[in-house]
């Protein structure tokens, strides 16, 4: 099976945001679980950072949320048709 190695290109942007996403998974889990013990208070990057500050996770590991979080939103714009508005 063909996957381009360019990241603009759809299919590798869905390949990506789905292997970052999998990657990920453990990481989302032990955030959720902080959450619903009340450990963690925060929402979005914010409670990212407060994971990292409270030791739940590593730096790196917050960098990874983040570009899971950001290639998820990429592979999701649905209102986005670049190709269609060269063509009109």
């Known amino acids: 099976m063909y996957l381009p190695t360019d990241i603009k290109q759809k299919v590798r942007l869905l390949d990506e945001a789905m292997q970052t996403a999998v990657d990920t998974r453990g990481l989302r889990e032990k955030l959720r679980a902080a959450v619903k013990d009340k450990t963690l208070q925060a929402r979005g990057d914010a409670q990212i950072e407060e994971a990292v500050q409270k030791g739940f996770i590593t730096a790196g ?5 983040r570009r899971a979080d950001v290639l998820r939103r990429e592979a999701i714009k649905v ?3 670049p190709d269609l508005r060269r063509t009109l």
Request: proline letters at 0%; a negative charge; aromatic letters at 12%.
């Open 79 to 81: 209102d986005d048709f």
């Open 61 to 65: 590991e917050a960098g990874a949320l």
